[in-house]
């Protein structure tokens, strides 16, 4: 291919490079001139053009683009005509986006002028949605280029859609203490949309207890029925293999396949399998309707695409997912400045609802309860940390002994849950910027969900309060900056800082968890039993 000026008199079958108007002709960008062209051309008093003359051995764009189109399609894909050097691909049905990556890094290193862009591997696609084009770039390319790209992409597709099979998904939902109905109702409506793209039902739903031997039962009687997926959302998230729901799916005869996953949010999900049906520990991210890793994962199973160990390790690269002002930063630092966010335990409380027994001094995962809560707000880097204290203030302060804390006691701590926010606020230093108020009785809550108050903190500064969320519904540990601390000392009776959080309307900063945690406490030897066990 030749490209360059050519004398309009000569220009006759040659392919225009760029658009000429003169006096009334206009000749656009990629028309072949004809003689009656030329000609007007020079009576305009164009007596040059740039333009592309083919040579022996060359092919037009649309030609090469449709012929190198043509060896890709695979499975469900549709190919448009060919114009201006293009071809774009269409999904043909609801699926999943299947490329050879190899194939087509090496398509597009063949030559500059032949290229192909497509959708990242592996996307969910709806019928119609462009997931590729091929391009040549300049007007025409030589034979012997076209010839070497189809030999890059050898023999298979190198563009398929995998498309979503009919599926019957059982969910089982974990129970504790706590979690409101509301919680798991939502969760479901929010499951079958994420299933109706692929016209896939909900098969099942099973509610159980957030223990190991009946969630296996469940899980063991799902995998024998008609379910092809089996989905697990827990009432806490999956920190260990040893914790509840792989050690349910072991029970049951199955197999914890991988832990974990470089995708966020969605850390904490759990991929297994029992009688050769795939069974998901969702993240508690998967709760929302928003993009994480249960997505990835549950779009590929429903595409008869089994995803393996190897598989989610490989998520990693553009596995960090959209962030909102809501969710600052993942393992957001735990405070801007040296101490700026103190903590402050409440653990002063008479436990009157679990009997004789403080709660905050009985066994969970091989610590007392306070300790969690104590524990994470350690880890989430607060300083300093206090804890107030009153009921059996001596067995509390022997339980925290060898931690990094400062006791505070309350001596009123009969009057309610405001007096010893107050004793605790009163407690901090002067150059404290705020404070995270987390409860003793709440120890599901993580380091995790402690950084992120403080991280929004950061952002908005001018906030008086960071609240964590629950569908919308709030929850605790909660933030309280410098600004609000006069307020809490007027506070009366038990009802903590709800009133003025309601009164400082905009300033509060919600923060939307999935995790149940934030809403699960421990006040009842029923709610305590379903913990440990």
Not at 43 to 69: P, S
Not at 85 to 93: M, P, Q, S, Y
Not at 146 to 173: H, K, M, N, T
Not at 417 to 433: E, F, R, T
Request: glycine fraction near 10%.
């Amino acid at each position: 291919m030749k490209f360059g000026p050519v004398a309009s008199a000569e220009a006759v079958g040659c392919i225009a490079a760029h658009t000429i108007r003169a006096g009334g002709t206009t000749v656009k960008k990629g028309a072949t001139i004809t003689a009656d062209l030329a000609a007007r051309l020079q009576e305009a008093g164009i007596t040059e053009i740039v333009a592309v003359r083919l040579e022996t051995g060359d092919i037009g764009e649309n030609a090469a683009a449709e012929r190198l189109a043509s060896h890709m399609v695979g499975e469900a894909i549709a190919a448009e005509a060919p114009f201006t050097g293009r071809v774009n691909l269409f999904a043909a049905t609801a699926g999943v986006l299947r490329l050879d990556v190899a194939a087509i890094d090496a398509f597009n290193m063949v030559d500059e002028a032949i290229t192909v862009a497509t959708l990242p591997a592996l996307k969910a696609v709806v019928v119609g949605e462009l997931v590729a084009t091929v391009k040549i770039i300049p007007y025409a390319v030589a034979e012997a280029r076209v010839a070497e790209a189809l030999a890059a992409l050898g023999d298979g597709p190198a563009i398929a859609i995998a498309p979503y099979r009919p599926s019957r998904v059982a969910v089982i939902s974990t129970l504790l203490p706590g979690l409101k109905p509301s919680v798991v109702d939502k969760t479901l409506r929010i499951m079958q949309d994420r299933l109706a793209p692929a016209q896939a039902i909900l098969s099942a739903d099973k509610r159980v207890p957030h223990e190991p031997e009946p969630l296996a039962r469940a899980i063991a009687e799902q995998a024998g029925g008609e379910a092809d997926i089996i989905v697990v959302f827990g009432a806490s998230a999956i920190t260990d293999r040893r914790d509840v729901i792989p050690q349910a799916l072991v029970e049951a005869g199955g197999e914890v396949e991988h832990l974990g996953m470089p995708v966020d949010p969605g850390n904490l999900l759990m991929l297994g399998r029992l009688g050769g049906k795939p069974v998901i520990g969702a993240p508690g991210c998967a709760r929302s309707p928003k993009e994480n890793s249960f997505d990835w994962v549950l779009q590929r199973s429903l595409a008869g695409i089994r995803v393996e160990k190897a598989d989610v390790q490989r998520m990693g690269v553009g596995g960090l997912l959209m962030e909102i002002v809501s969710r600052p930063q993942p393992r957001a630092p735990g405070h801007s400045g040296g101490g700026s966010v103190a903590g402050i335990v409440l653990a002063a409380g008479l436990s009157t609802r679990m009997g004789a027994r403080n709660k905050l001094l009985q066994p969970l995962r091989g610590k007392p309860i306070l300790r969690h809560a104590t524990e994470a707000q350690l880890e989430a880097g607060l300083s300093p940390v206090f804890v107030v204290i009153g009921h059996e203030r001596d067995a509390v302060t022997a339980a925290l002994a060898d931690l990094p804390v400062r006791i505070v006691y309350n001596p009123d701590y009969a009057s309610g849950l405001a007096s010893s926010l107050k004793s605790g606020i009163a407690a901090l230093p002067n150059g404290v910027q705020g404070a995270v108020v987390s409860l003793g009785d709440m120890p599901n809550v993580t380091p995790q969900v402690i950084e992120q108050l403080v991280a929004a903190h950061t952002m908005r500064p001018e906030a008086l309060a960071v609240v964590p969320t629950l569908f919308g519904q709030r929850g605790n540990p909660v933030l309280l900056a410098r600004e609000i601390f006069p307020a809490v000392s007027l506070l009366t009776g038990d009802r903590g800082a709800r009133r003025l959080l309601d009164e400082a309307g905009e300033r509060v900063v919600e923060v939307a968890f999935e995790d149940p945690a934030i809403a699960i406490d421990v006040d009842t030897p029923e709610a305590l039993r379903a913990l440990q066990s």
